[in-house]
């Protein structure tokens, strides 16, 4: 499919996914000045944080759960899944359940799971059922308008908890970096976007090298949680198969991988290796042996280096870059971004099955 086909664009994304992802940055920004905003208790005393989420609102978890790794002096646990962790009882414990239709399920058993050991619930949604249940409670609920799917929420996801963990003192004041973040991701805009053609836009380029071909895709640090969110918008944009791979762990196992079967993977693979000034020395060495290794068994290897000056640009550059990259590849392989329908299907099935 022609890339630069903008009215094909728009017969394809009946519910404009594109101005979702064109709308990331302003959303980031936005998010995070909404969280400085919200009505937040005066809680001290906290010796654990506990994230309970699944899905787009786990993502923005897991992101935010990396990046305060080397700034947050206590331990932040990200929980996608029934109930909660033994460990997280008391008042010691933060609990945030964050559900973007307030309806997950797990998310809805952890709640309640943790108000029943006595931890410290602050509830993050649009509504739903989430916030009924902590407004009942009188439980703080932080509640955010988003009409759209729950990965097209990242930035609210992760901005808001930004703010959260600001305010609760457990990081440093993040506005700079914030403001920093949203000028690196809108310059890279500029070469992104869908009206930028095909010769001089790297997403298009990179969605069309990845046609017919299973994804994987490396990164370390940090990065290794970009590396999932590109894997979950190839699957859910453009309905195709990839897989993350996190280093240096993959060193220890996935090099391994790389001969068999060979048909399949010398000629239908990509692996993409993400990277950025601030990564490990180590690592960054270990991800270009890594890559060299790959290519000396005949595999399709690329890397995607981060934009900006902090780690929070380098993180959000890269979500950006790969979401555009999702979505152009969904439009080459002629689908809909947007529907799910193979989750659908499988929500309904659980239901049926009570």
């Known amino acids: 499919m022609n890339l630069d086909d903008l009215n094909r664009f728009k017969q394809l994304d009946t519910l404009n996914m594109l101005g979702e992802i064109d709308n990331l940055p302003d959303q980031l920004g936005y998010a995070y000045q909404l969280g400085l905003k919200h009505q937040l208790p005066n809680w001290k005393g906290f010796r654990q944080v506990v994230i309970a989420g699944m899905g787009g609102s786990a993502i923005g978890a897991d992101l935010l759960a990396a990046y305060v790794s080397s700034l947050a002096p206590i331990p932040v646990f990200v929980h996608r899944d029934y109930g909660i962790p033994l460990f997280a009882r ?18 809805l058993d952890a709640f309640e799971a943790a108000r029943k050991a006595g931890c410290i619930l602050v509830a993050v949604c649009t509504g ?53 973040a949203l000028a690196a991701m809108k310059r890279s805009q500029e070469h992104l976007k869908a009206d930028v053609p095909a010769a001089h836009n ?26 999932r969110r590109w894997k979950g918008q190839l699957n859910e944009l453009a309905k195709a198969g990839a897989n993350f791979e996190f280093i240096p762990e993959a060193d220890h196992n996935t090099l391994a991988g790389t001969i068999n079967p060979q048909d399949t993977l010398n000629a239908h693979t990509m692996t993409m290796f993400l990277t950025a000034p601030s990564d490990h020395p180590r690592n960054r060495l270990r991800l270009d042996l890594t890559r060299k290794a790959f290519m000396l068994e005949g595999l399709n290897t690329d890397f995607i280096e981060a934009r900006g000056d902090t780690p929070l640009a380098h993180m959000w550059t890269l979500i950006l870059f790969g979401d555009y990259m999702a979505y152009y590849l969904a439009m080459a392989y002629g689908v809909d971004p947007t529907p799910i329908q193979a989750l659908l299907d499988f929500k309904q099935a659980m239901a049926d099955a009570k």
């Open 90 to 107: 008391g008042a010691e414990t933060l609990v945030i359940c964050s559900s973007h239709s307030g309806n997950t399920e797990e998310t």
């Open 128 to 180: 739903g059922e989430l916030a009924k249940r902590a407004k009942a409670n009188e439980i703080p609920v932080w509640t955010f308008d988003h009409a759209g799917q729950p990965r097209a929420a990242v930035g609210f996801s992760f901005g808001l908890l930004l703010a959260m963990f600001q305010r609760f003192g457990f990081i440093p004041d993040q506005k700079e970096a914030v403001d920093g």
């Open 202 to 227: 790297p997403a298009k380029r990179y969605a069309g090298q990845l046609m017919g071909r299973w994804v994987t895709v490396m990164g370390s640090g940090m990065l290794s949680v970009v590396a």
